[in-house]
């Protein structure tokens, strides 16, 4: 139980090496770079998100995980009004697909910037 405890803080802590495991994987065993990007980054979105929260947490010491799920939220009703206002149809799959990625991608850059944030925010509280 605690080797999987330990796995799953880990996987939540570097989820860029979470990202680059399943690249790897994929590629060794389908041969197609391209592919093995979107495989990864479906695997990992959540835990970006996961990461995303926990390094909130650890900044201000408080509970963002209502805002975090909120932008979840409302990135599917804006994907989903847009897929609608472009196509005039909503195809289910395409559309989860879509909103699915965005958010990799929104919680990517968000666990980018919060790490450098929470980096300096560490060194400031060392130093006062």
């Known amino acids: 139980m605690d080797i999987f405890v330990w796995l799953i803080a880990t996987l939540v802590t570097l989820p860029l090496l979470s990202w680059y495991v399943c690249y790897w994987i994929y590629v060794k065993r389908k041969k197609n770079k391209k592919k093995a990007i979107r495989f990864a980054s479906d695997w990992s979105t959540v835990l970006f998100i996961a990461s995303v929260h926990f390094i909130l947490l650890e900044i201000f010491g408080r509970s963002f995980l209502f805002i975090v799920l909120g932008v979840v939220v409302l990135i599917a009703i804006g994907f989903t009004w847009l897929h609608w206002y472009i196509s ?14 965005f958010n990799f991608i929104v919680f990517f850059l968000l666990h980018v910037s919060l790490f450098f944030v929470g980096l300096l925010v560490s060194i400031i509280r060392l130093n006062s």
């Open 88 to 101: 005039e149809d909503i195809h289910i799959r395409k559309l989860i697909r879509g909103i699915w990625r």
